[in-house]
C-alpha cells in the first residue's frame, strides 16, 4: 500500500520570494537605493553585469503573479519588504508610495484566500544606511526598529506573521567576510561587529513588535547540518566549527542567550566579549522559526581554509544541484529534529527549500520539463513529512521559488523557479515542478505517497 503522507489540516503550503530579486523598479515611486542597488551596479561584482532593475518586474505585475499563486492552491506566500521603498533614507520620512505597493499586494493576496507572511530584511540595507556604517553601527539596531515599526502599523492588522531577519549568516559570511555579496567587505572584525549588530537588530525588532503587534514574529536561519568525513579527530573538530559557525551562532543567542564557545576559537581576537545587556536585547520570545534548508555538509579538516580549518567534501555519485549543493534529503529530517531538541518544541516554519537545476527551453506544449527538480521536491518533502511523524512541530512549507528570479550576485544564470521567466519578454510559463507542487497542495500531500 502507499505511503501515508497526508500533512495536518492546518498546514500551510506556500511559496518564498524576496524583494531585490523579483520586484524591479527599485527606485519608482520615491524608492531610496539599498547596497544591493550598489553592489550589482558596481562592474565585475555581478555574473554578466545582472541587476535587479527590472528582475521580474512584479512591482507592476504582482497582481498576474498572485494570480499565479491561487492556481497554484497556494495557502501563503512568503515575500519580503524593501526598506528603503518604506524610508528611503532609512530612517526619517515616510515613503507612503512605498507602503501602498505592499498594502495593494496584501490585500491581492488575501482576497486569494492566501496567507501573507511578511519578511523584514532580505539582505537589502538602505544605501544611505550602509554610508553610515551598516550593520557594524550598533545604532543600526534602532534604526531596524524604526523601521519594523513603521511596517507594523501598517500592515500588521491584515500580516499574521512576520520574520525580522532573513538568513543572518548569509549577510556576514558574503558580504563581511568573503565580500561576494552586498556590501562587498572582506574583514573578521567587520564579520563579528555585523553578526552581533544583526541580532541586537533582531531583539530590537520583536520588542518594537511586542508594543504594538496583535500576531506573530520570528526569525529565520539558514541551517545545513554538519557531519564529519571522517572518524579523525581533526575531522570531527572541524565539524564543530562549522556547526558553530553556520548553524549555532544566530540560534544560540536568540534561543539561549549565549553564543556558541568556538566562536573565540574562529574568530580569536577578532571575536570580543560582547556586553552583557546585549544578550537581553537579543534573547527575546519569539513565536516560531523559520528554517531554510538547502544541502548537507560533509565536512573535513582543512589547515588552508581560513577561518574555519574546514571544508566540504563532494560525495562521489551523489546528485548536485545546479549550484553545486547534494541533494541530500535525509539531512533535512535529520536539522528539524536536531532543532527541537537542541532549542525546544519551538513551532518550525520550512521558510526556503528548492533546487536549481538546468531548465530546457519553454517546448512547443508551453511547457518546461524539470524531472529533477520535482524529484528534489518529492524527496524533500517527504522528509518534512517525516519529521512531523517523529514528532516536530511543522506547520508550514514555503517553495523557494514561486518565480525564476536574480540569484544575487550569480544573476540570472541559476534557475530556481517552478515558473518559467522569460527574462526578454517577463513571461510566465508554469513548469512540470508547479503542476507536481499544485497537485501536492490539492491532496495535502497525499499524493506524495503513490
Known amino acids: 500500500m502507499p505511503e501515508n503522507t497526508r500533512f495536518p489540516e492546518s498546514f500551510l503550503w506556500g511559496c518564498a520570494t524576496s524583494a531585490y530579486q523579483i520586484e524591479g523598479s527599485p527606485l519608482a515611486d520615491g524608492a531610496g537605493p539599498s547596497m544591493w542597488e550598489r553592489f550589482a ?10 541587476n535587479g532593475d527590472i528582475a521580474c518586474d512584479h512591482y507592476r505585475r504582482f497582481r498576474d503573479d498572485v494570480r499565479l499563486m491561487r492556481d497554484l492552491g497556494l495557502t501563503s506566500y512568503r515575500f519580503s519588504i524593501a526598506w528603503s521603498r ?45 554610508d553610515r556604517g551598516g550593520w557594524l553601527n550598533r545604532d543600526s539596531a534602532d534604526w531596524f526598529a524604526e523601521y519594523a515599526s513603521t511596517c507594523f502599523e501598517a500592515l500588521d ?9 532573513n538568513e543572518p549568516w548569509v549577510v556576514t559570511d558574503g558580504g563581511y567576510l568573503h565580500g561576494v555579496l552586498a556590501p562587498g567587505h572582506r574583514n573578521p572584525y567587520e564579520t563579528a561587529r555585523a553578526s552581533h549588530n544583526l541580532m541586537r537588530a533582531h531583539g ?10 496583535a500576531h506573530q514574529i520570528g526569525l529565520v536561519v539558514n541551517l545545513e547540518p554538519k557531519y564529519p568525513a571522517s572518524e579523525s579527530a581533526e575531522d570531527r573538530a572541524a565539524t564543530q566549527r562549522a556547526d ?44 516560531f522559526l523559520g528554517i531554510n534548508y538547502y544541502t548537507r555538509g560533509l565536512t573535513a579538516h582543512d589547515p588552508s581554509a581560513w577561518p574555519l580549518y574546514a571544508r566540504t567534501v563532494r560525495v562521489p555519485q551523489a546528485t548536485y544541484t545546479e549550484t553545486d549543493w547534494e541533494v541530500h534529503e535525509e539531512s533535512f529530517t535529520d536539522i528539524l529534529r536536531w532543532v527541537r531538541d537542541r532549542y525546544g518544541d519551538i513551532p518550525l516554519y520550512v521558510t526556503e527549500n528548492g533546487a536549481a537545476f538546468y531548465d530546457p527551453p519553454v517546448a512547443a506544449d508551453d511547457g518546461v520539463h524539470d524531472p529533477l527538480r520535482i524529484d528534489y521536491l518529492r524527496r524533500h518533502l517527504r522528509a518534512v513529512h517525516t519529521a512531523i511523524k517523529q514528532g516536530v512541530d511543522v506547520r508550514g512549507y514555503y517553495l523557494w521559488s514561486l518565480l525564476d528570479n536574480l540569484e544575487w550576485s550569480l544573476g540570472f544564470a ?5 515558473v518559467h521567466v522569460n527574462y526578454e519578454t517577463l513571461e510566465r510559463t508554469p513548469k512540470d515542478s508547479a503542476k507536481f507542487y499544485a497537485e501536492v497542495i490539492a491532496s495535502h500531500g497525499e499524493s506524495l505517497g503513490d
Open 204 to 213: 530590537a525588532a520583536v520588542q518594537a513588535y511586542r508594543a504594538v503587534g
Open 41 to 50: 551596479h558596481t562592474p565585475g561584482m555581478m555574473h554578466n553585469d545582472d
Open 244 to 287: 558553530a559557525y553556520m548553524n549555532r551562532q544566530y540560534l544560540d543567542p536568540a534561543l539561549k542567550g549565549t553564543y556558541p564557545p568556538e566562536m573565540r576559537e574562529i574568530f580569536g581576537d577578532a571575536w570580543p566579549d560582547w556586553p552583557a545587556p546585549d544578550f537581553e536585547q537579543i534573547r527575546q520570545p519569539i513565536d
Open 157 to 165: 492588522d491584515r500580516v499574521p506573521r512576520w520574520v525580522t531577519l
Open 86 to 130: 518604506i524610508l528611503p533614507s532609512g530612517t526619517g520620512a515616510i515613503n507612503q508610495k512605498g507602503l501602498d505597493f505592499y498594502r495593494q499586494l496584501v490585500d491581492a493576496l488575501l482576497e486569494s484566500g492566501i496567507t501573507p507572511m511578511a519578511t523584514l530584511y532580505h539582505w537589502d540595507l538602505p544605501e544611505a544606511l550602509d
Open 414 to 418: 541559476k534557475r530556481f523557479g517552478i
